[in-house]
């Protein structure tokens, strides 16, 4: 089977139903398989996709596992050669989704690939970041990412001096979108569930360059993604203490404890 397509669900039933009717408008001319992994929603998952979409696989977890746990329950049953972790929140068409396929099949040392996602009003989203230092989450969940060595930092950090046009190698992608060879999780090994939400993609895709793999962006391939932080609209004091940002500054804080003195990956500088 050449692609098994994930898509992990918590309460989004309704942008999974129309993620699947995004990707049955046209018949895949490849082999792949659908699976759906719901995270305890208690939304009548299952019985509404069987319905609907006889023919996708669902997988109901009897609670919340995060995303690296959810996708990785998914991840253990493909059968594919290339595995897609789709957010439901993503406007994936069965054209975007081969180009990228293809993509994978003309470019043997590439791991990870992903798309170049766009927000609803046409805007770029920056999905291709670099590491973060250890004052990065400061930046982005408080003042501090106001002040000029906050913005500089952000700056780096969400790579607003790449241009989003080119094809190019890059640290890590946003989990909202990705392409996986299958074939190289032998080696590198499935998400890392000790991050429950956030720094899991950041976490996967250094290993993957640890491991020899690369990562790339391909701008290419947009597709629409329907993402929204949800502190953006808050105070960044109010921000600060709910529980979305305690569990992404825990992740943050776990991430560097994993790799605290560990040289980063050399990342090429070329296009490809």
Not at 59 to 86: H, P, Q, T
Not at 100 to 113: P, Q, R, T, Y
């Amino acid at each position: 089977m050449k692609l098994s397509i994930i898509i992990l669900n918590y309460k989004t039933l309704g942008l999974v139903k129309q993620l699947l009717k995004n990707l049955r408008v046209k018949p895949f001319s490849i082999s792949h398989e659908i699976i759906v992994v719901d995270n305890n929603s208690s939304d009548d998952t299952q019985r509404v996709i069987k319905e609907l979409f006889p023919y996708v696989r669902v997988i109901e977890l009897r609670k919340n596992i995060g995303f690296a746990g959810g996708n990785n329950v998914a991840i253990r049953e493909a059968k594919g050669e290339y595995i897609l972790i789709l957010n439901s929140d993503v406007a994936a068409t069965r054209d975007a989704i081969e180009n990228l396929c293809a993509f994978m099949d003309s470019h043997k040392s590439v791991g990870i690939v992903g798309p170049k996602l766009i927000n609803p009003d046409g805007s770029t989203q920056m999905s291709s970041l670099r590491w973060p230092k250890f004052f990065t989450p400061f930046c982005r969940r408080t003042f501090f990412g106001k002040l000029s060595i906050g913005k500089k930092e952000l700056s780096r950090y969400l790579m607003l001096d790449f241009d989003h046009k080119s094809n190019a190698y890059v640290p890590w992608l946003l989990g909202a979108c990705l392409m996986v060879r299958s074939n190289c999780l032998k080696t590198v090994g499935l998400m890392d569930e000790r991050f429950f939400l956030y720094l899991d993609d950041t976490d996967w895709c250094r290993r993957f360059w640890e491991n020899g793999f690369s990562v790339m962006y391909l701008p290419a391939v947009e597709l629409v993604h329907y993402h929204e932080r949800l502190s953006a609209s808050e105070s960044w004091f109010r921000a600060l203490w709910n529980r979305t940002s305690y569990i992404h500054i825990m992740s943050f804080i776990k991430y560097f404890l994993k790799y605290q003195r560990k040289p980063l990956p050399n990342i090429p500088t070329e296009s490809h």
